[in-house]
């Protein structure tokens, strides 16, 4: 049974679309996230989640594992 889940993270350090891609392609290989979107103009990645696998945490840091960028805010809608 899947438990959705969807969170804003505010991501420090993305200059273009090029970030955008490297964040979603982070995002996206972790099991569970059903769905990224990633703007670098409003600095933040909405993130659609299966949080029976994963967790905010998790996916803050695989960003900045796998990217390098920082997340400075998590705001999580249920």
């Known amino acids: 049974?899947?438990?959705l889940?969807?969170?804003?993270l505010t991501i420090e350090g993305m200059t273009c679309t090029g970030c955008e891609h490297s964040v979603n392609y982070a995002l996206s290989?972790?099991?569970g996230v059903l769905e990224?979107?990633?703007s670098y103009e409003s600095g933040k990645a909405i993130v659609l989640y299966d949080k029976t696998k994963l967790n905010?945490?998790?996916l803050?840091?695989?960003i900045?594992?796998?990217t390098g960028y920082k997340v400075i805010k998590i705001?999580?809608?249920e």
Do not use: G, I, Y
């Open 36 to 38: 990224s979107s990633v």
């Open 64 to 66: 900045e594992k796998e």
């Open 5 to 8: 889940s969807e969170v804003t």
């Open 29 to 31: 290989s972790l099991e």
């Open 1 to 3: 049974e899947k438990q």
């Open 75 to 77: 705001e999580t809608q």
């Open 60 to 62: 803050l840091h695989t």
């Open 56 to 58: 905010s945490d998790l």
